[in-house]
């Protein structure tokens, strides 16, 4: 499975973005898809997983209640809503995928190359 992410960008707090995750292969709706990010000189962290296909979900703390994550399975896509940003939630975007509903990113085993989203006070 290769994964593109796209969507990232600059925007004010408490703005919105809509970040995508394009999967190449025919087999995206056997993974489990997640998004990560990482800021410089941090571990990358959990942000959002969904499941192949019943469509429950899973979100870090921190973003609960702002973010949202979905997926389209004919169109091999995975989107995270992202609304009422914060500043700390700058950082780099990654998409990954893996057989298990985890948070631990090593059980991910495919990584797209990150999309940046900056957040201005």
């Known amino acids: 499975v290769q994964l593109q992410a796209s969507g990232g960008g600059l925007v004010q707090a408490g703005g919105s973005l809509r970040l995508s995750c394009a999967a190449s292969?025919?087999?995206?709706?056997?993974?489990?898809m997640g998004w990560f990010r990482q800021v410089p000189g941090k571990e990358r962290e959990f942000v959002a997983a969904?499941?192949?296909?019943?469509?429950?979900?899973g979100y870090a703390d921190s973003v609960k209640g702002r973010f949202t994550i979905s997926r389209d399975n004919a169109k091999n896509t995975v989107h995270l809503q992202m609304n009422s940003l914060r500043p700390e939630d700058t950082a780099v975007y990654y998409c990954?995928?893996?057989?298990?509903?985890?948070?631990?990113?090593?059980?991910?085993?495919?990584w797209g190359q990150g999309t940046q989203v900056t957040v201005s006070s």
């Open positions: 990954a995928a893996s057989r298990y509903m985890v948070v631990f990113e090593r059980f991910y085993d495919y």
């Open positions: 292969g025919r087999t995206f709706n056997r993974y489990v």
């Open positions: 969904i499941n192949q296909s019943d469509g429950n979900t």
